[in-house]
């Protein structure tokens, strides 16, 4: 058992090979303790390399109400009406601490999660004018106005 730190991602692949190669050991055998001290390092080396991100508010919620097998409408009355419900999960309202709590509570969603600001895919998107500029319409009304 000659077990050394994962430096490198050569390092990483030898780990890798012998976690499979112990992967069926005996529990309480030599290799068994060795597959668990390698699936340490190798999880630390992960950790540091290939960090996950949370993930994004809204898409949490979806996934905890298709696991539970419930559509959005499972969350009238925990964080709203129905229509407080189509703005937070369009993306156009975020969440409100009270939100917040009621989700954890209800959907065991980490807060921390939830807590997160939206991704600008989940934003809505704005056009904006500059400020010397007017819309069409409002052009058009200037022009019909009487001088």
Do not use: C
Not at 23 to 30: I, K, L, V
Not at 41 to 65: G, M, Q, V, W
Not at 104 to 131: C, E, G, N, T, Y
């Amino acid at each position: 058992m000659a077990i050394k730190p994962i430096r490198s991602e050569v390092d990483y692949e030898r780990a890798l090979r012998r976690v499979e190669a112990l992967w069926d050991s005996r529990e309480g055998s030599a290799e068994s303790d060795e597959l668990d001290v390698l699936a340490t390092l190798i999880e630390a080396y992960e950790r540091e390399h290939y960090p996950i991100d949370l993930p994004n508010p809204i898409e949490a919620i979806k996934f905890r109400l298709e696991q539970s097998g419930k559509d959005h409408r499972a969350l009238i009355g925990i964080i709203g009406g129905r229509s407080r419900v189509h703005e937070v999960m369009s993306g156009k309202r975020p969440l409100s601490l009270n939100m917040i709590r009621s989700l954890h509570k209800k959907f065991h969603i980490p807060s921390d999660v939830l807590i997160r600001p939206l991704s600008q895919r989940h934003r809505r998107s704005r056009v904006r004018r500059p400020a010397n500029r007017r819309s069409p319409a409002a052009a058009q009304l200037k022009r019909r106005r009487p001088a």
